[in-house]
């Protein structure tokens, strides 16, 4: 019988990578190459729907159904969607660079898991 600690298991379950949607303000993810080796990583646009003009509800049913956060600017009209036990929403404030969304990033998703933010609306600081 092998003994599994509760370090390990809460090791193994921080092991578990973000999937993210990225929503149409954001550059296609190859713009964020630290980011998508931590992270699966999409684009609504470049992977999904392929237009630009997308309801922010639309965007949110596609991030659930493919069990994705969307990752968006528009903090204020994503978290009236958020639904409990489902991927929830992560913002980020408009004004910063991409060297900078991919810094903040990358820091929140290496000191919390998805579980964590199921069911959530997250507005991270620059």
Same mark, same amino acid.
Do not use: W
């Given at each position: 019988m092998i003994?599994?600690?509760?370090?390990?298991?809460?090791?193994?379950h921080?092991s578990?990578?973000?999937?993210l949607?990225?929503?149409?303000a954001?550059?296609?993810?190859?713009?964020f190459?630290?980011?998508?080796?931590?992270?699966?990583?999409?684009?609504?646009?470049h992977?999904f729907?392929?237009r630009?003009?997308?309801?922010?509800k639309?965007i949110?049913?596609i991030?659930?159904f493919?069990n994705r956060?969307v990752?968006?600017?528009?903090?204020?009209?994503f978290?009236?969607?958020v639904v409990?036990? +489902?991927?929830g929403?992560?913002?980020? *404030?408009? $004004?910063?660079?991409? =060297?900078? &969304?991919e810094?903040?990033?990358l +820091?929140?998703?290496s000191t919390?898991? *998805?579980? $964590?933010?199921m069911? =959530?609306? &997250?507005?991270?600081?620059?």
């Open positions: 003994d599994i600690s509760r370090s390990s298991r809460k090791k193994k921080l578990k990578k973000f999937r949607l990225l929503d149409e954001f550059p296609h993810q190859r713009m190459p630290r980011l998508s080796k931590k992270a699966n990583v999409r684009h609504i646009v992977d729907i392929h630009r003009q997308i309801d922010d639309e949110y049913d991030a659930v493919d956060f990752f968006t600017i528009n903090f204020k009209d978290k009236k969607f409990k036990d +489902k991927p929403i992560i913002a980020l *404030p408009s $004004d910063l660079t991409i =060297k900078d &969304i810094r903040v990033l +820091k929140f998703i919390t898991t *998805p579980n $964590d933010c069911g =959530k609306a &997250i507005k991270l600081l620059g």
